[in-house]
């Protein structure tokens, strides 16, 4: 009898893990999908940049780097739908948050025309932050590059380095999600600032995670009920 005590409770540890563990975020990003089109991101989702090194005024103050996208949509121009995307970015400046840009438009994309355009407000001197997906440097290099900041671009594997020609490069570390993990602004081989990416201050989200939450713990108790079954079956022959 007591072998079958200690199948019940192992069971209901389990099930006790299993709830713990769905509850807790896990290493996936919720991402918008507009047609073709695929933007690593939801409404209202924040992502949030450490500076891990800052040389230069002003950047020495900055602790955080917050990105916002207040809203992703789908625009129509000239007959032709394209995913928008407004942001909100907000710096961590002497113990406060300070908004640079509130609700601004950031980018416009089209997977299928290969389009992709930039506001001088979304790319903020070359600090740009997400990406639509499967990642394409070569397009963003170009997109970038027609608004004239800079002279030219490369990238080599998950690096996009932007260079102005005036011994200053902004380096942008982007991962297979579209999103920068590393941002450096370097000049004159100096790190003027250094912002990474903080995984523990994302928000992540499952897709209908309250629903397999709910089914992972009908699925487990059913599960343990059947096994206490049979363990109490087998003692009566």
């Not at 893990?17 to 999908?33: D, H, W, Y």
């Not at 996208?69 to 400046?93: M, P, R």
Request: hydrophobic letters at 40%; charged letters at 20%; glycine letters at 4%.
């Amino acid at each position: 009898m007591m072998k079958a005590k200690n199948n019940v409770n192992y069971w209901l540890s389990t099930l006790c893990f299993l709830i713990i563990f769905i509850s807790l975020p896990i290493n996936s990003f919720g991402s918008t999908v507009l047609g073709e089109s695929v933007f690593p991101a939801e409404k209202d989702d924040s992502f949030i940049w450490n500076s891990v090194n800052a040389t230069e005024s002003w950047y020495t103050e900055i602790d955080y780097i917050k990105f916002t996208a207040k809203n992703i949509y789908n625009e129509t121009n000239d007959d032709k739908n394209y995913l928008f995307v407004n942001y909100t970015l907000e710096f961590y400046h002497n113990i406060d948050w300070i908004e640079k840009y509130e609700n601004s438009f950031y980018m416009a994309y089209n997977k299928t025309l290969n389009f992709l355009n930039w506001s001088a407000e979304g790319f903020q001197h070359g600090n740009l932050f997400l990406f639509p997906t499967p990642v394409n440097y070569s397009l963003i290099g170009e997109s970038v590059k027609v608004a004239g900041f800079f002279q030219n671009y490369s990238f080599s594997g998950e690096k996009l380095i932007l260079d102005y020609e005036n011994s200053t490069t902004i380096e942008l570390t982007i991962d297979p999600s579209g999103i920068s993990t590393i941002i450096e602004r370097i000049t004159n081989s100096t790190t003027i600032y250094r912002w990474e990416l903080n995984t523990e201050k994302i928000i992540i989200k499952v897709p209908l995670g309250n629903y397999y939450l709910i089914v992972l713990i009908i699925s487990v108790m059913s599960l343990v009920i059947v096994k206490k079954k049979k363990i109490l079956m087998a003692f009566k022959h």
